[in-house]
């Protein structure tokens, strides 16, 4: 019994779980999944960390949920209007271009809920306690399906929402949910979540950097709204509006060797017509090629040594992505590899779910390579590699992908598909224009996700006593300057 005494507990067995627990363990919790032995164990690590730990509701100001479904109902949804924050929200990290709203009269009789710029969103379901910050570019928002937190004066916010987005903030989240088939996080729960409350300077270190991150991603909103725009007012997009029957009759000099009803809807019929309206030639993507479109086997090779080979998996609209790469290629099969990517590639998900997401290789991403499934544009001069990518992801390019792809329980679109795809040759300066902001999105999203990455990363080694905090406190080291990143961003981007 000599490491009860000494630990608090003892793991006698794994699968199942038993073990024994000291009394100071216990508290008025009884369901047997809080006192998992991860846990303890956790508990013990926050303890030696030497800093205190305080209770969420000791630090904050306001802690609640959101809006029952009684408040708040989706045929009260407009188009613009004051933002309404859900948990699909936090896969695009709060970008407000992908948001819902609600009409400012409706907003403000939930202003219990208001959610304002610094206050730390919590998931409450599905994947728990996940955490964002309201950006400082929404000025205002309501929330469902979350949990709302306004911190004291004191406690940096950036911070906090780091520590909960480590592996140890994770776990004592998740520690405090309810839930037999699914969990759920409350706000009683919520309030009860232990945090590590260092130095000041330290909050800041580790903070300034989810606050830069959010920064670049703002940033990168503007500069996609600005490549939107230019675009849709050359391709006069707001005029199309495509026939959704599904039903038609067409000419016998319309068929093609394509036998499936499907690809002969009106509505491929009516982009075809309003692309031919415009005033720019219209080519096959594959005419603006120097390379024939190609897609191929993943490598033999995954040496975890070599270099990242991307799968679909790795590839959302306009990002290549990935924790840990789940394939590898050999410098050596790298070297004659077919599908060695190099900069400005374009790179298309040809299998799915999903397919037709297109994203451009950036030079600070390489030595990379593709792997099975996914195709390779190489662009000649006509036909700028940015502009492309904005097209793919566009409602046209969409459509043609809707169109040529083929599968009933996979879908898959063949290079010689896309070579097919109709677009239209916009003036090179007007393709120039949207590319750069495209690769600049792009840049700034990239940095912003290796700056979330490195705070998550500084929060976890401040628990695990790995976070060099005499140069932090002295000041030698510092969270990157937003005129490093400025400056790094026009390097990759003339890269």
Not at 200 to 227: M, N, P, W
Request: hydrophobic fraction near 35%; proline fraction near 7%.
């Amino acid at each position: 019994m000599d490491d009860l005494t000494k630990l608090g507990f003892i793991e006698i067995n794994s699968h199942p779980i038993i073990e024994f627990i000291s009394p100071q363990f216990v508290t008025n919790r009884l369901d047997v999944d809080y006192y998992r032995p991860e846990y303890l164990k956790l508990d013990e690590q926050l303890k030696k960390t030497g800093y205190r730990q305080e209770r969420m509701t000791d630090l904050s100001k306001i802690i609640n949920d959101g809006p029952g479904g009684w408040s708040l109902q989706s045929s009260e949804y407009v188009k613009e209007g004051v933002p309404l924050i859900r948990i699909v929200d936090f896969r695009n990290n709060l970008d407000p271009l992908g948001m819902i709203y609600i009409s400012p009269a409706k907003h403000n009789e939930l202003l219990r809920y208001e959610v304002l710029p610094g206050d730390v969103l919590i998931t409450a379901a599905g994947s728990i306690g996940e955490a964002q910050i309201l950006p400082e570019s929404v000025a205002r928002a309501n929330f469902r399906d979350l949990i709302r937190i306004r911190l004291k004066p004191g406690t940096n916010p950036y911070y906090v929402s780091a520590y909960l987005n480590s592996k140890y903030g994770r776990m004592i989240t998740r520690r405090f949910a309810h839930g037999a088939v699914q969990l759920h996080l409350k706000v009683y729960d919520a309030k009860e979540i232990s945090v590590v409350v260092p130095d000041t300077k330290i909050q800041s270190y580790v903070g300034d950097k989810v606050h830069l991150a959010e920064k670049c991603r703002s940033e990168a909103t503007i500069l996609f709204t600005e490549a939107q725009t230019i675009f849709r007012n050359a391709a006069r997009q707001t005029e199309f509006i495509p026939k959704l029957t599904n039903s038609n009759i067409i000419q016998s000099k319309q068929f093609t060797d394509r036998l499936t009803p499907e690809f002969y809807l009106p509505r491929y019929y009516d982009l075809e017509i309003h692309l031919a309206s415009l005033d720019w030639p219209i080519k096959p993507i594959g005419d603006l090629v120097r390379e024939p479109i190609i897609r191929i086997s993943s490598p033999s090779s995954e040496n975890i040594k070599g270099y990242p080979c991307i799968l679909t998996s790795d590839i959302e609209p306009y990002f290549i992505e990935w924790e840990m790469p789940s394939l590898w290629i050999s410098p050596e099969e790298h070297r004659n590899w077919r599908g060695a990517l190099q900069p400005n590639d374009v790179v298309y998900t040809s299998v799915g779910p999903p397919v037709g997401e297109a994203a451009i290789v950036l030079q600070a991403q390489l030595p990379m390579a593709i792997g099975g499934d996914v195709s390779l544009i190489r662009t000649n001069q006509k036909l700028q590699p940015g502009y492309l990518t904005l097209y793919l992801n566009s409602i046209f390019g969409q459509m043609q992908n809707d169109r040529y792809s083929r599968g009933i329980r996979q879908r898959r679109v063949y290079p010689d598909d896309i070579a097919a795809f109709l677009i239209p040759v916009l003036p090179n300066n007007i393709q120039v224009e949207i590319g750069k902001r495209v690769v600049k999105y792009e840049l700034f999203n990239k940095i912003a996700r290796e700056l979330t990455r490195a705070a998550n990363q500084d929060a976890e080694n401040l628990i695990e006593g790995t976070l060099n905090i005499s140069d932090i406190m002295s000041g030698e080291l510092r969270p990157p300057s937003w005129e490093s990143i400025l400056l790094e961003i026009e390097n990759q981007n003339h890269a």
